[in-house]
């Protein structure tokens, strides 16, 4: 998890997004990659701070390809 918070790609984020992204490294360490890639993990009580999925996703990270885009990296980051 250290890598991806050290990671260029993850300092590029804005603070927004860095939270909703560090939300969803604490969900990593619970549950595993395959709830990383369910959106729907956005509708999970911890992101209720955010808005939830649809604010999240579009207001956030303006869209979902940017969102997906934004899982994509965690997890490269993450096998490297």
Do not use: H
Request: hydrophobic share 35%.
């Amino acid at each position: 998890i250290k890598q991806v918070k050290n990671s260029d790609e993850y300092k590029k984020l804005n603070d927004s997004q860095q939270e909703v992204t560090d939300e969803l490294l604490n969900a990593y360490k619970n549950k595993g990659v395959v709830e990383l890639e369910n959106i729907k993990l956005l509708d999970l009580s911890n992101f209720n701070q955010f808005g939830g999925l649809v604010p999240i996703v579009n207001s956030i990270f303006g869209g979902k390809t940017n969102y997906l885009e934004t899982i994509k990296m965690i997890k490269d980051e993450l096998y490297k």
